[in-house]
């Protein structure tokens, strides 16, 4: 399961420190709003949860914002390990078309199948790297 998965995030202080890293990948990857709250899972209209979490306030506490989250830091680690000499390249990879997703980048895969999406990039990639 994802990263988070073995180890619960309770604290407020933590859940906080942890939305703060996570917009800082999506900003890393250079996504819009739309695109971040759908890799989030929230509706794209709700830009004050994206403010919220930027602002270091917790992220949600539902399961499935969880392990979304630990899924994105599954995904970024892999794409570090997989670019260490390339971090432009690690930062590009989620909004570049990819042959193995139809031509899709990974954030559009993510947007058309949903959680689902993201299992399967975060799959690909470990994959990639042997896991």
């Not at 929230?42 to 992220?59: H, K, M, W």
């Amino acid at each position: 399961m994802g990263a988070l998965a073995d180890k619960p995030v309770t604290g407020s202080e933590d859940r906080g420190a942890l939305a703060r890293m996570t917009m800082t990948l999506l900003d890393h990857w250079q996504l819009g709003t739309e695109d971040q709250a759908a890799l989030l899972g929230i509706a794209a209209s709700n830009r004050a949860a994206l403010a919220r979490y930027r602002r270091g306030e917790p992220i949600g506490g539902s399961r499935d914002q969880y392990e979304r989250v630990g899924h994105l830091l599954g995904i970024h680690k892999n794409l570090r390990l997989l670019f260490p000499q390339n971090r432009d390249l690690a930062y590009r990879w989620m909004s570049t078309r990819n042959r193995a997703f139809d031509n899709l980048t990974p954030v559009e895969v993510v947007k058309e199948w949903g959680f689902a999406g993201l299992l399967m990039v975060r799959a690909y990639l470990d994959r990639a790297r042997g896991q």
